[in-house]
């Protein structure tokens, strides 16, 4: 990438922080916008549990666009502007890319919204080829889902270079926003792994490792980045507010299916199940943090972040998903009778017993240590990830 | 009809279902005390969105409603229906669009309701993905400009990430910061391209397995000894869940047509008896020596129809006329040359039939292929059922592509519609299979029934062409009587 001759840091050292916070609503523009994605997402999986039959222009669809859109546009423009009539100042805090000039996160947006429009004469396409979303993960939808991602991210990164360049005054009010859209990664991760996380795999140490490969990433990137003391149980708070608003909210609009085979007699909006608890390794990596980071290399801060996450997780997760067992979760609180609609009477019988072990696949402990290098691995990738994330200024 | 107003452009496809190459299912009869025409023009992949169109000519009619059932599911399993569209301008066509989520057999519940209270048609329709659609050159270049376009414009963000965005505002690039972004563009074009190659790899995977697992008809092998033919109907794809034990239509276990292949210069209809649960067996003593192509139409009690084809060469001698058991019956019996829609056929035993529908036909749209019938007198001839319906009619194209077995009451199969309105009854025996025997093997009209020379079929051709229609009527004297037309279909 070709960069062109800027004006020396020296020069903007005193407008910095009012080109911050000059600079502030596109970055508020897109956390609204990756909100609105995330909710479009959740209503959207609701709407396919429930409903089933959508058409481009449900409004779980429109949210999720619309909030692509807003995304790319503002983005866009900030780019025509500060590229064609922005000050010094402002072209200071961006990077070239094209010729134009943006912040990071402003082009991780355009990016984010030229692949979600991609998606979809592809969607299209693939529906007439291969039929009605016949498989939820397919190439298209890894398109849109690399979009959609893509809008968090830009979101975070314009965020992160607000927060890394306001004076002491400002950077709270970035450092929560930023928790915020932490919240939504965990989200993010959530959902990719509702498939694999029903309650009754809860038991398995299958379902530890693969939570272990997911979350430390995030949790231990926002302890190091964030400017709050409690960055990651700031952002796991966001993230178990948003799942349990949207579960409680959806969850009271009557709805009833439009596609069939029908097993289930749905009368109102079926949502996901009750958050995973993971505010609760959330605080442990916090205190982890507070106390030792900067104090130990990452490569020993990391088993420890990870023995911290797991040790924690299985705590409270262990016990709560024999909880979600009983009779006494099965309300609108707990949400613990969330069944889809197409879900037959045998798999639902399946829903209220943990998995047994399969013939052959290694003993829990051994699954265990695997998702204790897991976790190691992925704490010390996101630790690295925090160090980044603290140098971004643009 | 005025069905014909409304074209419905979707892509051309020869799909194969129930019959071959003809996967449009076209219905007459009633719903309740109305008459209806239904048209329903399955998709070509599953889930898929099928369209539907209603004709209902009552003028009582107040409003028609069109509902998807799966056989497994039942109507209790049944998404609610959704109310068909009245067509702008039209009194009596609506249309509608229906889902259908899962492969294997369904049934189209239209519901008529109005001044004289409510009824539902049963047309069955077969669910099966039948084709595999090209990406267009237009898209495929739109895709690979905006891939293109992606892939540069990541490489560069993941540049400007380790380069620029790291700087303090207004800071010159250093050196050292111009390194790290050309080494971590260097990193990411390969580790993106290894990521676009998987994702290639990953749609040609879901391609052949949805191209291994489109529905192929059942395969028969035929088998030849003395004057014998033996058919054994066995499965040739991963397509057990659709298989049933086979039902009797029209009282026969399978219609059997034998078409001299290349010229269809004879036809023969025969009944083979079922020997074991999918072996067919059947005398053709005297048949006349040739190539022919065989279509043989079988019903499974899961409402399915399906359509086995095979070519034999059939080693009797040239001038014999065949001997015939029971309602077996063949072409020509008399006049050797197909007639056109000008000009009438002659039938033997002084019967004559005359095409008196419209001879412009046009293909995906629907057409009343309209025949007349007069005995030796030039009166309109009194029939008898033949199998217990008023005719039946075998479409095929010039080139073998389009094989369709017709009834007056369209493509679908009385015995499928049956299967479905037992299923709904729940009227099955302890293990599960329904219990057909009072139905499927009576017949739906009774032997004795006068039926008017006027004959009518709705069908829909799915392309342009020359078609051959053979016509079977069943005169009074009992022998079935066999006319041929050809018409060009634009």
């Given at each position: 990438m070709s960069v062109a001759v800027q004006p020396s840091a020296k020069v903007y050292a005193g407008s910095e922080a009012r080109v911050a916070t000059r600079s502030a609503w596109h970055a508020y523009v897109a956390v609204a916008a990756a909100t609105f994605v995330l909710v479009g997402i959740y209503w959207d999986i609701s709407w396919h549990m429930s409903i089933g039959r959508d058409t481009f222009w449900t409004p779980a669809h429109l949210l999720i666009q619309a909030g692509g859109l807003v995304a790319g546009l503002s983005s866009g423009f900030v780019a025509l502007k500060t590229t064609f009539a922005g000050t010094d100042a402002e072209k200071a805090a961006t990077v070239r890319f094209w010729g134009f000039r943006a912040p990071l996160g402003a082009w991780i947006c355009i990016w984010g919204c030229l692949a979600m429009l991609t998606s979809a004469p592809f969607d299209n396409w693939w529906h007439d080829a291969y039929?009605?979303?016949?498989?939820?993960?397919s190439p298209p939808h890894a398109i849109l889902a690399l979009g959609i991602f893509s809008i968090v991210v830009g979101a975070l990164l314009l965020t992160l270079s607000e927060q890394n360049r306001a004076d002491e005054e400002h950077r709270p009010r970035f450092a929560w926003m930023l928790a915020l859209v932490g919240g939504m990664f965990i989200m993010n991760y959530a959902l990719f792994l509702t498939e694999y996380g029903e309650r009754r795999m809860m038991h398995s140490g299958w379902f530890y490792g693969l939570t272990a490969a997911a979350f430390p990433f995030g949790l231990a990137s926002m302890a190091r980045a964030?400017?709050?003391?409690w960055a990651a149980t700031a952002a796991a708070a966001f993230y178990t507010g948003i799942m349990l608003a949207l579960m409680w909210i959806i969850g009271f609009f009557p709805a009833t299916p439009?596609?069939?085979?029908?097993?289930q007699h749905v009368t109102h909006m079926i949502t996901l199940p009750f958050?995973?608890?993971?505010i609760v390794p959330a605080i442990g990596i916090d205190v982890v943090m507070q106390r030792l980071d900067g104090k130990l290399p990452d490569w020993k801060l990391a088993p420890i972040l990870s023995a911290t996450f797991l040790g924690l997780f299985i705590a409270v997760q262990w016990p709560f998903a024999s909880f979600l067992?009983?009779?006494?979760?099965?309300n609108r609180f707990f949400?613990?009778?969330?069944?889809?609609?197409?879900?037959?009477p045998t798999y639902e019988a399946l829903q209220n017993h943990f998995d047994l072990p399969a013939h052959g696949v290694w003993p829990f402990p051994v699954h265990i240590v695997i998702a204790l290098l897991l976790g190691t691995v992925f704490s010390f990738l996101g630790l690295s990830r925090g160090t980044w994330m603290r140098k971004v200024r643009r | 009809m005025k069905v014909r107003s409304i074209l419905l452009p979707i892509a051309l496809f020869v799909g194969l279902s129930a019959?071959?190459?003809?996967?449009d299912v076209v219905f007459d009869g009633n719903a309740g005390p109305y008459p209806v025409r239904a048209i329903v023009r399955p998709?070509?992949?599953?889930?898929g969105v099928a369209e539907v169109i209603i004709q209902a000519e009552?003028?009582?009619?107040?409003r028609v409603n069109v509902r998807p059932v799966f056989w497994r599911a039942g109507v209790k399993g049944a998404p609610a229906g959704d109310d068909a569209v009245r067509v702008a301008g039209e009194k009596s066509l609506y249309t509608g669009k229906l889902w259908l989520m899962s492969r294997g057999a369904y049934s189209v519940y239209v519901t008529v309701s109005g001044a004289r209270g409510a009824g539902t048609a049963i047309v069955p329709v077969a669910s099966l993905a039948t084709g595999r659609l090209a990406l267009s050159k237009p898209l495929a270049g739109i895709l690979v400009v905006l891939g293109a376009v992606l892939f540069v414009g990541l490489v560069t963000i993941v540049r400007a990430a380790s380069g620029?965005?790291?700087?303090?505002?207004?800071a010159q690039p250093t050196r050292q910061s111009k390194r790290r972004a050309r080494i971590a563009g260097l990193v990411a074009t390969p580790l993106l391209a290894l990521l676009v190659l998987g994702g290639a790899q990953w749609w040609s995977s879901v391609d052949g397995d949805y191209e291994r697992t489109m529905y192929r008809p059942p395969a028969v092998d035929p088998s030849i000894h003395g004057d014998t033919l033996d058919l054994r109907v066995h499965d040739t794809?991963?397509?057990?869940?659709?298989?049933?034990p086979v039902i009797p239509d029209h009282g026969k276990m399978m219609h059997l047509f034998l078409i001299d292949a290349g010229s269809h210069a004879r036809f023969g209809h025969f009944h083979p008896d079922?020997?074991?649960?999918?072996h067919f067996r059947t005398a053709l003593a005297g048949w006349p020596k040739g190539k022919y192509k065989l279509f043989g139409d079988i019903v499974l009690a899961n409402g399915l129809s399906q359509t086995v084809t095979t070519t034999i060469d059939w080693p009797g001698d040239t001038s014999t006329a065949p001997s015939l058991l029971g309602d077996d019956s063949w072409w020509p019996t008399c006049c050797k040359d197909a007639a056109r829609p000008s000009r009438p056929a002659l039938l033997g035993a002084g019967y004559t039939m005359t095409w008196?529908?419209?001879?412009?036909v046009t293909a995906r749209q629907p057409a009343d292929l309209r025949f007349e019938v007069k005995d030796e007198k030039g009166q309109i001839a009194h029939l008898l059922p033949y199998l217990g319906m008023a005719a039946h009619a075998v479409v095929l194209s010039a080139d073998d592509s389009v094989f369709v077995h017709l009834h007056p009451m369209g493509t679908v199969s009385a015995s499928a519609q049956q299967a479905f309105a037992a299923r709904d009854r729940g009227d099955?025996?302890?293990?599960?299979?329904?219990?057909?025997s009072a139905e499927s093997?009576?017949?739906?009209?009774?032997?004795?029934a006068s039926i008017d020379g006027h004959l009518s079929f709705p069908y829909e051709f799915p392309k342009p062409g020359r078609y051959r229609i053979w016509v079977q009527v069943r005169a009074p004297a009992s022998q079935v009587l066999t006319a041929a037309f050809d018409i060009d279909v634009r």
């Open positions: 039929g009605l979303d016949v498989k939820i993960i964030i400017k709050l003391k439009k596609l069939g085979p029908i097993f958050p995973l608890l993971i067992m009983t009779p006494a979760a099965r949400n613990a009778e969330n069944y889809v609609y197409w879900m037959t | 019959h071959v190459g003809s996967p998709p070509m992949v599953v889930p009552a003028s009582d009619v107040a620029d965005a790291l700087l303090e505002p207004g794809a991963a397509f057990h869940a659709l298989f049933a079922e020997i074991d649960s999918l008196t529908g419209d001879s412009n099955t025996t302890d293990s599960g299979r329904l219990r057909l093997t009576s017949m739906p009209m009774p032997m004795q």
